[in-house]
């Protein structure tokens, strides 16, 4: 039997979908196999509970929950059990995912047609039962036409069949026979007119003239006449080859009326947007220029070719906007796949960056999905955009414009009654006007709980009777998905973001200025589109570890939502429930960017935990204290500080802790994960051993470069080390220190031209100034190998990452606020300040304003920061001293598996790193995915390990373990080089450390 999960952590993670709606289920279940699906609606039946049907939970009508026992397909009932190249067809479970299908069929030369722009996390299951299509559907039409047959369990636990010609059970047959019969004239005229007509139940499929097909019928059902077992689908041949036409018009409404005109052999897709779109996605952190490769226009058609060889293709792209010759401005055909997906990035964003309006006001679905006759496109979008303007508005159109289907989120305003009944009274008018078109309130994604109230105002009553019986026919007892489609809900009934979505909004620590400084609409963010579920990209690890609803950014935010309502988590920041659902977030920030609507769950989780404990020291203390992880890794750099006032004392802790028993008391009276190897500590910090070289300048808080200062690059260096680059070792067994030319002498400099010298800040953040300074020892050689002069802080400095990671943000504040004391005049003459520690770097770059708005030094700060690489290659660029050579080793050239620290890959930026790497001759593999899976404090607290070696073992152990002997395993961050010496036999180096092997020798 599976598990059945009624507690209120996974009842609040299932609360929404991708809709405007909210229902909290009694129950969540996550069935294996038929038998426990069997014995669940046994469950369903014994304590009177509707069943609701859930796939990647990405609809945005509300299909996909409910008050009862949601039963998720997602997580365990998806595998492929065939594949027929032949019959060309896949047997499959529901929770398949498109992505996971196509890629299988890709092995035959083939694909699964319907792709909808969630196609990295919807499952089949799901994409028939809202009868999904996707940007390809032009070809390969909806999920109903591209399927064969279905295996559907009803409400008392009978299997049927439905396929061609009928059902497994005659006496089921017999009555969708009768059915048909009684309205072949409706079923003629009403339904099936045109490809996205998919409001309502699709029962033209059972004409005969269509094959009396049961399957095709139930398609398109949305949950509410049995549960999905099992699916048989058709695969297409993938086109051997692509081209890509973009036609640019006068405006959106111009290239809707031209989009049926491209209608023709061989043009797989006819996508529409309009400028309004293009501007949004500027408003989009990094994408401030998006859209350069776009043609002149104000609206624009994607218009895909497939062909035979690459000449065919493109010649045929090529040949299409002559078909609309008076009304395209200007067109860019490409045949080149990356141009092609630089181009396409541009419209598939548009689902996600629609929630939001170009100034940051909130977009919502509900009039998501309409549908009108091809031909009558054009008129329609005019009028709708009329519609918003009447009702002051705003939404931003785009969609499937081949097809006649729009997409749009409209700022309807949810907060109050008033705005709630505008958005009644707007819903009611727009499904008035689509059916003078002869249109459809659903085009692809269902009617749900937001649109099957309006069946009414599109179909006849006879229709709607219709679809009555044929959902008595399957399901008599009402049990599947009630509410939808037939008998519905009002759909103004149990709006998620509506008025009381907020019991408290307490003014945050965080400036939350993307929110207008409001914690409560910072969770608004988050709409549902599920793109945290994906597989691909670095969110959400741990939703890629677990799987787990509640483990996903959607779940999280949900959980917080939640909280902020009070009506069932009741315990506002005190809540266990989202302490818990919070729990597993390692505080990465991939979903800072890949989320569409840029979610910043460490943020959010900083803020949490700051209200959720108290604050400073006293919090360790007491029934609701911190976990002490919180105070061993969250106050490391003041603990680090206070230890080094004793000399000798982190030489003597190093010492210690080798031995055990000593090491694993530390480990359990510091509240660390017993499975972690504790990290070791520099003989002296990184910053005393910078202010004892010969040459220090006290007053000037750096050294004056007089002469080239031998020296080793001190304790704590593994990997590249004082010697140069260690060459042709076996990888298994790490990178050790090798030999290089040894420097000759030293160089005169007048201590007038040593002012001369450019400065530069070198940050010593806590992890390289206390347990790893061979990252900082090379930089300081480096740069002034490059011709600077390295300065550090004077004082005691630290941007405060671990208190904020913990959500100790008082003290976050304080010691940022020393420090920018401590910084002062360097911050005044404006030296650039370089970080080598990148989630430390981001914190100076991001954070440090959001937490400290009001102060003018944290904003200067923010400008100042920039990382070694950055550094090193704007100094390339600008013709300084290159004072390198090309890399070797003794199996030849450089070669490094490079992991990317999930700050950086997030909210810095990696390409600078791999020119400098480049020019060095270092040929690079950069890891996929994200965050290693330490993720600071947050892989040495307990309860973490399986998850934290889950997530190495996803990409970056076997990448390191495959590579070639003498590979650099190249790792800037503290985090993930840890994680790479305890999780395999290498050891991971910073880009210092490489560049300085590669210094000249006499350099």
């Not at 299932?14 to 038929?34: F, G």
């Not at 994409?127 to 591209?146: I, K």
């Not at 009803?154 to 299997?159: C, E, F, Q, T, Y």
Request: negative net charge; charged residues 20%; proline residues 6%.
């Amino acid at each position: 039997m599976t598990t059945l999960r009624d507690d209120l952590t996974t009842r609040a993670a299932y609360v929404s979908d991708a809709s405007i709606y909210r229902r909290l289920p009694e129950a969540v279940a996550e069935p294996r196999s038929v038998e426990e699906v069997r014995e669940l609606l046994a469950t369903a039946r014994e304590h009177g509970w509707p069943v609701i049907s859930r796939g990647g939970g990405t609809s945005v009508a509300g299909n996909a929950i409910g008050e009862g026992l949601v039963i998720d397909t997602s997580r365990y009932f998806h595998r492929i059990l065939e594949i027929d190249p032949q019959a060309r067809t896949a047997r499959i479970e529901p929770g398949v995912i498109c992505d996971q299908l196509r890629d299988a069929a890709a092995e035959f030369g083939l694909t699964y047609g319907p792709d909808p722009s969630t196609h990295s996390r919807c499952t089949v299951g799901g994409m028939v039962a809202n009868n999904a299509c996707g940007s390809h559907s032009v070809a390969w039409g909806t999920s109903a036409a591209n399927l064969v047959s279905l295996t559907v369990m009803l409400a008392d636990g009978r299997l049927v069949t439905l396929d061609a010609g009928g059902t497994s059970d005659p006496a089921l047959t017999s009555q969708l026979e009768q059915l048909r019969d009684s309205h072949l004239a409706m079923l003629r005229t009403e339904l099936g007119q045109f490809p996205r007509q998919v409001s309502g139940y699709g029962l033209h499929y059972l004409l005969r003239e269509n094959g009396f097909d049961t399957a095709k019928a139930f398609a398109g059902s949305e949950g509410t006449c049995g549960i999905i077992t099992e699916l048989t689908v058709k695969l297409v041949p993938r086109p051997a080859h692509t081209a890509l036409a973009v036609m640019g018009f006068e405006d959106a409404i111009a290239a809707a009326t031209a989009a049926p005109t491209f209608r023709v052999p061989g043009v797989t897709t006819i996508e529409g947007m309009g400028s309004d779109l293009l501007e949004a996605l500027r408003t989009r952190p990094g994408q401030e220029n998006a859209g350069g490769e776009l043609p002149r226009g104000g609206g624009w058609l994607y218009c895909e070719v497939a062909g035979d060889t690459p000449e065919a293709a493109f010649e045929a792209a090529r040949e299409l906007p002559a078909l609309a010759r008076d009304a395209v401005v200007d067109a860019v055909v490409v045949g080149d796949p990356v141009q092609a997906r630089a181009l396409w990035h541009i419209r598939e964003a548009g689902a996600g960056i629609v929630t939001r309006l170009p100034d940051g006001g909130e977009a919502w679905p509900g009039w998501e999905d309409s549908a009108v006759p091809p031909a009558r496109l054009g008129e329609y979008l005019g009028d709708l955009y009329a519609l918003l303007d009447e009702m002051g508005l705003r939404g931003i159109p785009f969609g499937h414009f081949g097809e006649g289907c729009v997409h749009i989120r409209i700022s309807f305003d949810f907060n109050t009654e008033a705005g709630v009944a505008q958005y009644r009274e707007f819903i009611e008018r727009a499904a008035e006007l689509v059916h003078r078109y002869g249109g459809s309130v659903s085009g692809e994604h269902g009617d749900g709980r937001a649109r099957s109230e309006l069946l009414g105002t599109i179909y006849t009553p006879e229709a709607l009777e219709a679809f009555a019986r044929f959902k008595r026919i399957f399901d008599p007892g009402d049990v599947f998905n009630p509410g939808v489609l037939v008998d519905p809900e009002p759909l103004d009934r149990g709006i998620r973001p509506g008025p009381g979505a907020r019991t408290f909004d307490l003014t945050p620590v965080h400036a939350f200025s993307g929110d207008g400084g409001s914690f409560g609409q910072a969770v608004n963010r988050c709409v549902g589109v599920g793109a945290c579920r994906s597989d691909t990209g670095a969110m959400c690890p741990s939703f890629h570890a677990t799987g787990d609803e509640v483990h996903s950014t959607r779940g999280r935010m949900r959980s917080l939502a939640e909280m902020l309502r009070g009506e069932h988590i009741t315990d506002g920041w005190k809540s266990k429930e989202t302490y818990e659902a919070l729990d597993l977030c390692l505080s990465c920030k991939a979903c800072a960017t890949e989320c569409p609507v840029n979610v910043d769950m460490a943020t959010y989780k900083a803020e949490f935990l700051h209200h959720h404990f108290r604050q400073g020291l006293t919090s360790f203390v007491g029934r609701d204290r911190r976990p002490m992880a919180h105070l061993t890794m969250g106050w490391m750099p003041l603990l680090m500080r206070i230890a080094t006032a004793v000399p000798g004392s982190l030489r003597a802790v190093n010492f210690l802790e080798r031995f055990g028993p000593v090491e694993a008391l530390t480990k359990k009276l510091g509240g660390i994960e017993p499975r972690r190897s504790m990290i070791r500590f520099n003989d002296i910090p990184l910053t005393s051993w910078f202010r004892s070289r010969p040459g220090y300048d006290d007053a000037a808080a750096g050294p004056r470069p007089a002469s080239d200062l031998p020296g080793s690059p001190g304790s704590g260096s593994r990997g590249l080390g004082q010697r140069g680059l260690a060459a042709g070792r076996a990888l298994r067994r790490g990178l050790r220190a090798a030999t290089g030319a040894a420097r000759e002498g030293e160089r005169a400099a007048s201590s007038s031209s040593a002012k001369q010298r450019p400065s530069v800040v070198l940050w010593p953040d806590t992890f390289t100034n206390f347990s790893a300074d061979g990252p900082g020892k090379a930089a300081v050689e480096v740069l002034e190998a490059m011709g600077y002069r390295v300065l550090m802080p004077m004082g005691s400095v630290c941007c405060g990452l671990t208190w904020h990671s913990t959500g100790q943000l008082d003290m976050t504040r304080r010691t940022l606020r020393q420090t920018l004391d401590v910084m002062a005049p360097l911050i005044e003459a404006g030296y650039p300040i370089i970080g080598l520690e990148p989630s430390c770097t981001v914190m100076l770059q991001h954070e440090i304003t959001e937490l400290l708005p009001e102060d003018p030094r944290a904003h200067a700060v923010r400008g100042l920061t920039v990382t070694l690489g950055e550094f090193a290659a704007k100094h390339l660029e600008a013709g300084g001293d290159w004072p390198f050579d090309t890399l070797e080793t003794q199996s030849g050239p450089g070669t490094a598996v490079c992991q990317v620290h999930c700050h950086e890959k997030a909210q810095g930026n990696y390409d600078p790193a791999l020119k400098v790497l480049g020019e060095l001759g270092v040929d690079t593999a950069v890891v996929g995915g994200g965050c290693c899976g330490l993720a600071g404090n947050w892989g040495f607290e307990p309860g973490h390990y399986e998850v934290s070696q889950r997530l190495g073992e996803r990409n970056l152990f076997p990448m390191i373990r495959s590579a070639q002997p003498g590979t650099i395993v190249l790792a800037d961050g503290f985090s993930c080089r840890t994680q790479i010496a305890q999780g395999t036999d290498a050891e991971g180096v910073h880009l210092a450390q490489v560049m300085r092997a590669a210094l000249r020798a006499e350099k």
